[in-house]
């Protein structure tokens, strides 16, 4: 008796393991982030004056992190106050990395040997467009209208600011800035889009991301009177002394930019759909640029 109470318990513990389903999935483990290094020196990364510095300094310091997330390695932010001293830092490797302009990368490629990384994308694009503006209630309806006004570039350094809209005036018979009444820099695109709005000046030359990406009210205001040809994003990049395995790792991280979910608002902060590898050859629209200003009699020099 006690012989087939045994064997019915040992059928009842082998039927209830049959039907039992497959054990649990294991759980996925997340892969572990790089270990930072506090005694590691941290690289240093420069940005031109463009925007709101604020805004630049949040945007850029989020991409920091996220890079020294990635990597493991530490970044620091710095935003300098010319185009001149993006070079002077990287000939004298204080910055080891930078996001320059189109226009000044030649000279940082030049002077200082910087080799460019990535490009940005934007509005789908690795390229944007520069445009002569001014405001709709001015009575200015092409560039001869500004004949004897006010003009305001950003800066002469600036490939958006001042090289393709200086091109454009040529195009339009300008040959001379002595054809407005006054000629300022502003610094960068935010001050002269507001110089033209509160009408200190008449028009200016800026590049195109207010009317085209960011929502600004104060661009229903303002008309355009001419847009340039397409240009190349202005490229990260690194300078000629860069470790080529950091430079591996940074390169992928800018590729993943964009492209995941905790990337989008990292992208929205810095004003970029993504990033795609620059080569030097992509900037040669630039150096063609530069050969018609020169042309205007301008010795114009990318430092």
């Not at 054809?179 to 820099?185: A, I, N």
């Not at 202005?234 to 800018?254: C, R, T, Y």
């Not at 992208?267 to 993504?274: L, N, R, S, Y």
């Amino acid at each position: 008796m006690q012989k087939i109470i045994y064997i019915s318990f040992l059928l009842i513990i082998i039927i209830t393991g049959c039907r039992a389903g497959p054990p649990p999935a294991a759980t996925p483990v997340a892969s572990p982030r790089p270990t930072i290094d506090p005694s590691m020196k941290p690289l240093v990364f420069a940005s031109i004056p463009m925007d709101n510095r604020l805004k630049m300094l949040e945007g850029w310091s989020m991409l920091a992190d996220y890079i020294t997330q990635e990597t493991g390695i530490p970044v620091d932010v710095t935003i300098k106050k010319s185009y001149h001293e993006i070079i002077e830092a990287l000939s004298s490797k204080e910055v080891d990395f930078c996001y320059t302009g189109p226009l000044i990368y030649l000279g940082a490629h030049e002077k200082a040997g910087a080799i460019p990384l990535v490009k940005p994308v934007a509005n789908g694009q690795p390229f944007y467009t520069s445009v002569i503006i001014v405001r709709k209630d001015s009575g200015i309806n092409d560039v001869a209208g500004l004949k004897g006004k006010s003009f305001a570039f950003t800066d002469r350094d600036s490939t958006s600011g001042y090289l393709f809209p200086r091109a454009m005036l040529a195009e339009e018979g300008v040959k001379s800035l002595k054809f407005f009444s006054k000629v300022s820099y502003s610094g960068g695109h935010d001050s002269s889009l507001e110089g033209v709005y509160q009408k200190y000046i008449d028009g200016a030359g800026i590049f195109d991301y207010a009317f085209v990406k960011e929502k600004n009210t104060k661009t229903d205001e303002l008309k355009i009177l001419k847009t340039s040809e397409p240009i190349p994003m202005g490229p990260i990049v690194i300078s000629k002394n860069f470790d080529p395995e950091i430079a591996k790792k940074l390169l992928a991280v800018f590729l993943t930019i964009g492209k995941t979910e905790e990337t989008k608002i990292l992208a929205e902060k810095i004003k970029v759909d993504g990033y795609v590898e620059a080569k030097d050859s992509d900037y040669n629209s630039i150096r063609k640029a530069l050969g018609i200003i020169k042309k205007l009699g301008e010795d114009y020099k990318t430092e």
